[in-house]
């Protein structure tokens, strides 16, 4: 399985950015995906998540901000990030389980600063 994210930037506060994650060895509309993020100094924090049915889920820091959505083809996990704020800093990774297995992409980088 392998993840690989990409999106992230430097915007100002109130911007928009798209992550995208594509998977490979998993099919995403049939996996339970999450997107997390770490922000410097930080523990990994949970952000939002899809369902095999495809309910989405997110965290009350993004919530009405952050949408989490996927796709058949190509196989990509997406997060669709409005109003950005400075406090959304961080490195954001893509995540699925298939347990004991546990997979995680590199990360991308988000930074929103004025």
């Known amino acids: 399985v392998q993840l690989v994210e990409s999106g992230g930037g430097l915007v100002h506060p109130g911007e928009s950015l798209r992550l995208s994650c594509v998977a490979s060895?998993?099919?995403?509309?049939?996996?339970?995906m999450y997107w997390y993020r770490q922000a410097p100094g930080k523990g990994r924090e949970y952000v939002a998540e899809?369902?095999?049915?495809?309910?989405?889920h997110d965290a009350d820091s993004v919530k009405g901000r952050f949408t989490i959505s996927r796709a058949i083809a190509p196989n990509t996990l997406y997060l669709q990030m409005d109003n950005l704020q400075p406090e959304d800093t961080a490195v954001y990774y893509c995540?699925?389980?298939?347990?004991?297995?546990?997979?995680w992409g590199q990360g991308t980088q988000v930074t929103v600063s004025s």
């Open positions: 995540h699925t389980d298939n347990p004991p297995a546990d997979y």
């Open positions: 060895g998993i099919d995403v509309s049939t996996s339970w």
């Open positions: 899809i369902t095999t049915a495809g309910s989405p």
